[in-house]
T-cell receptor
Framework: EAGVVQSPRYKIIEKKQPVAFWCNPI?????LYWYLQNLGQGPELLIR????????DSQLPKDRFSAERLKGVDSTLKIQPAELGDSAVYLC???????????FGPGTRLTVL | EDQVTQSPEALRLQEGESSSLNCSYT??????LFWYRQDPGKGPEFLFT???AGEEKEKERLKATLTKKESFLHITAPKPEDSATYLC????????????FGSGTRLSIRP
């Protein structure tokens, strides 16, 4: 069974540019998460979806970050415009339901210059 | 304020030298505590879920335990391939709406 797929794996952009990350969760998983992970830190939840509904986006900086999960499957996380402080690894995870074990993708390492 | 703290930040052991990693938490309404392993350049990989004080789970050389204030991940006779960062995460809140990760313990096992 395929795991969580993320692309791109690496992205280097200049500040003020837009960037988008894509995630394909494990088939049948209703819950999808986007996390931000800084070096030496644990993941921080940005947004959680139950099917296509964003049920927890309290930690998402809504002035520059947006996310969508069309048809309750794939998801896209966008930053516009990017700032230097956005440099981090962006992880996507999925689970059968909220509270179940999460399966993580390999992450996208973003560098903002 | 809800908080999850892991200690030590880093741990270096000799192969075969058993030890324990700690995850202490102060949250309201614990719904579950998770342990994950993360290798460099990869996403976290699930190890265990614990739901109530006194619960224990084992997998190969790893054993996780839970009390009302903390969890321990015991590593017995570790091997170099056990080297990784170990993360704990707590699901909490009256509606179980929060998930908070600790900063992790970087474990290094020398042959």
């Amino acid at each position: 069974e395929a795991g969580v797929v993320q692309s791109p794996r690496y992205k280097i952009i200049e500040k003020k540019q837009p960037v988008a990350f894509w995630c394909n969760p494990i088939s049948g998983h209703n819950t999808l998460y986007w996390y931000l992970q800084n070096l030496g830190q644990g993941p921080e939840l940005l947004i959680r979806y139950e099917n296509e509904e964003a049920v927890d986006d309290s930690q998402l900086p809504k002035d520059r970050f947006s996310a969508e999960r069309l048809k309750g499957v794939d998801s896209t996380l966008k930053i516009q415009p990017a700032e230097l402080g956005d440099s981090a690894v962006y992880l996507c995870a999925s689970s059968l339901g909220w509270g179940d074990e999460q399966f993580f993708g390999p992450g996208t390492r973003l560098t903002v210059l | 304020e809800d908080q999850v703290t892991q200690s030590p930040e880093a741990l270096r052991l000799q192969e075969g030298e058993s030890s324990s990693l700690n995850c202490s938490y102060t949250v309201s309404g614990l719904r579950g505590l998770f342990w994950y392993r993360q290798d460099p350049g990869k996403g976290p990989e699930f190890l265990f879920t614990l739901y109530s004080a006194g619960e224990e789970k084992e997998k190969e050389r790893l054993k996780a335990t839970l009390t009302k204030k903390e969890s321990f991940l015991h590593i017995t006779a570790p091997k170099p391939e056990d080297s990784a960062t170990y993360l704990c995460a707590v699901q909490a809140g009256s509606s179980a709406s929060k998930i908070i990760f600790g900063s992790g313990t970087r474990l290094s096992i020398r042959p």
